[in-house]
């Protein structure tokens, strides 16, 4: 025993000997991160990554359902709670609407004819409308069954909603038209923009209607008597999105002019005083000649240009508020506190604008 006792206390010592050369043949490395790119180069589990690098608390997630549809392009809600979604696929003769409750699951609610559902809209008795494309229609879905309640005549149908009275408003292309449908399915051209696609539309707290058109990027404000402004011309060809919140619109442009759009898919900002716009069938200077349309059946990873978004006071000043080379923002809506929040296609990303300057 104390032969193996002085063979341990031997190599204890042998060991501490030789543990100043162990430790410093490991060098230490240090490294910092401190920007937003660094941090997105990651993945984010339960935090939000500022644009000036800082991180914090992100908003809880939570699944609803879980969808067999490859892609869902449109979401509405009734007074009840209940939101409606629909997508598609690039392949299939039917295209499902499904409805989630608040407190309750989900279910399909109808399937209509068509290859994609890109426009939802519930009026004041809850019942849901759906547009199918291409070679549009719009579907009335009352009871669980579907009818057809108008046909356009024409090939997209981009972006729905209702007015105080009930009429319906239709964002369409490929002729740019905006149409007007009364209660009882009657419809007529309200506005024709002059471009090849109205493709987005929201409605501002004074009743004007304001229009997103793509290939030239405008935004469009229509007053309900019809006459119709130039609010701004961004520096893209395609306006995706727009909302409106307190007097203040909110605008998304995505792809470059100077590159043709994509057959597989759907600038320094200057005040910008609204002006009047040309008069149907007189040609618009500087105009885009006519495109193919916007994204049909998947995201167009060959758009260019990434997205910009612009926000524009009632006096007509407009100025850039967001930017990125790589992500295309598709859909604008804002949080409890009036922020805009931006949601992206081709990386699934939501980003939150906190600030009006760039």
Not at 315 to 323: C, I, Y
């Amino acid at each position: 025993m104390q032969n193996n006792s002085g063979l341990y206390r031997a190599a204890v010592f042998v060991f501490l000997a030789a543990a100043p050369t162990l430790t410093f043949a490991v060098e230490t490395h240090i490294w910092e991160q401190s920007d937003e790119a660094e941090f997105a180069r990651g993945t984010p589990k339960n935090i939000s990554i500022r644009s000036d690098g800082r991180l914090g608390l992100g908003p809880q997630l939570k699944e609803l359902d879980g969808t067999s549809v490859p892609y869902l392009w449109a979401v509405a809600e009734d007074s009840k709670g209940t939101v409606y979604y629909a997508g598609g696929a690039p392949t299939g003769a039917t295209t499902k609407i499904l409805a989630l409750p608040r407190n309750g699951k989900a279910r399909v609610l109808a399937e209509i004819p068509g290859l994609e559902v890109h426009a939802l809209a519930v009026d004041h008795q809850g019942r849901v409308y759906a547009a199918v494309l291409p070679d549009a229609k719009v579907y009335r879905i009352e009871n669980g069954k579907p009818q057809l309640f108008f046909d356009p005549k024409c090939k997209y149908v981009w972006s729905m909603l209702f007015d105080r009275r009930g009429n319906l408003f239709l964002a369409t292309g490929d002729s740019g038209v905006v149409y007007r449908v009364t209660p009882d399915g009657k419809g007529n051209k309200y506005f024709e923009s002059e471009e090849t696609h109205a493709r987005s539309m929201t409605m501002d707290g004074e009743g004007n209607l304001i229009v997103g058109t793509e290939p030239g990027g405008l935004i469009l404000r229509v007053s309900p008597s019809g006459q119709s402004f130039v609010l701004y011309q961004a520096g893209k060809r395609e306006i995706t999105a727009v909302a409106a919140h307190d007097g203040v619109i909110y605008a998304a442009a995505i792809g470059s002019k100077t590159t043709p759009p994509s057959v597989t898919g759907p600038a320094p900002v200057v005040p910008s005083n609204p002006a009047p716009v040309t008069p149907t069938g007189a040609p618009r200077s500087g105009s885009a000649p006519p495109s193919l349309p916007p994204s049909v059946g998947s995201f167009s990873a060959s758009i260019t240009g990434g997205s910009d978004v612009y926000r524009i006071t009632k006096d007509g000043f407009a100025q850039r508020v967001w930017s990125s080379s790589t992500d295309l923002v598709y859909a604008i809506a804002f949080d409890p506190t009036g922020k805009p929040l931006l949601g992206t296609g081709n990386k699934g990303i939501i980003y939150r604008v906190d600030s009006d300057q760039l």
